[in-house]
């Protein structure tokens, strides 16, 4: 897609990488019944993606995108963004712990079940919520940004 606001290229940057490493783990775990120590890297980039990238880009939306879409009347979208985000983030403190202990290759097996089915359901909360946001945020937020709060935002972003 061809967004003109720089929030919505870093925000659909962000989401592009997010499905490709979302995609490379989906991959690994319909190929793998047992915790495979060849796996410590990408849990670690999955760990690294739910301490870091998900809250950060959580916390920006929910602080300096969704209450603009509110006041431009879009407060069901908003609203219904940050009731995904808290369920994701549900998600996401179960498996942070758990993804650490497969990078450092430390996993029985019942935790790397749990790993397993938990990281399944974040793929597939994950996928819903980015094709809602590139269908919805982003192309929003091209009209409703004007030039000079997309250039204030997409600072305050990369400065975070």
Same mark, same amino acid.
């Given at each position: 897609?061809?967004?003109?606001?720089?929030?919505?290229?870093?925000?659909?940057?962000?989401?592009?990488?997010?499905?490709?490493? +979302?995609?490379? /783990?989906?991959? @690994?775990? =319909?190929?793998? #019944?047992?915790?495979?120590? !060849?796996? %410590?890297? $990408?849990?670690?980039?999955?760990?690294?993606?739910?301490?870091?990238?998900?809250?950060?880009?959580?916390?920006?939306?929910?602080?300096?995108?969704?209450?603009?879409?509110?006041?431009?009347?879009?407060?069901?979208?908003?609203?219904?963004?940050?009731?995904?985000?808290?369920?994701?983030?549900?998600?996401?403190?179960? +498996?942070?712990? /758990?993804?650490? @202990?497969? =990078?450092?290759? #430390?996993?029985?097996?019942? !935790?790397? %079940?749990? $790993?397993?089915?938990?990281?399944?359901?974040?793929?597939?909360?994950?996928?819903?919520?980015?094709?809602?946001?590139?269908?919805?945020?982003?192309?929003?937020?091209?009209?409703?940004?004007?030039?000079?709060?997309?250039?204030?935002?997409?600072?305050?972003?990369?400065?975070?």
């Amino acid at each position: 897609m061809n967004f003109q606001r720089q929030v919505s290229r870093m925000l659909h940057d962000e989401h592009l990488n997010m499905m490709g490493l +979302l995609g490379k /783990l989906e991959q @690994a775990l =319909a190929r793998t #019944s047992r915790f495979d120590p !060849a796996l %410590a890297g $990408l849990f670690g980039q999955f760990a690294h993606a739910l301490e870091q990238d998900v809250e950060r880009h959580f916390r920006f939306e929910e602080e300096s995108l969704f209450p603009r879409m509110a006041e431009h009347g879009d407060g069901d979208m908003a609203a219904l963004l940050v009731e995904e985000h808290g369920a994701i983030r549900e998600v996401a403190a179960e +498996l942070l712990p /758990l993804s650490r @202990a497969a =990078a450092a290759g #430390s996993i029985d097996e019942a !935790a790397w %079940a749990t $790993l397993k089915r938990s990281s399944m359901e974040m793929i597939e909360r994950e996928v819903s919520h980015i094709q809602k946001e590139t269908m919805a945020l982003l192309p929003l937020l091209d009209d409703l940004l004007d030039e000079e709060a997309d250039r204030e935002l997409a600072f305050a972003y990369t400065a975070d």
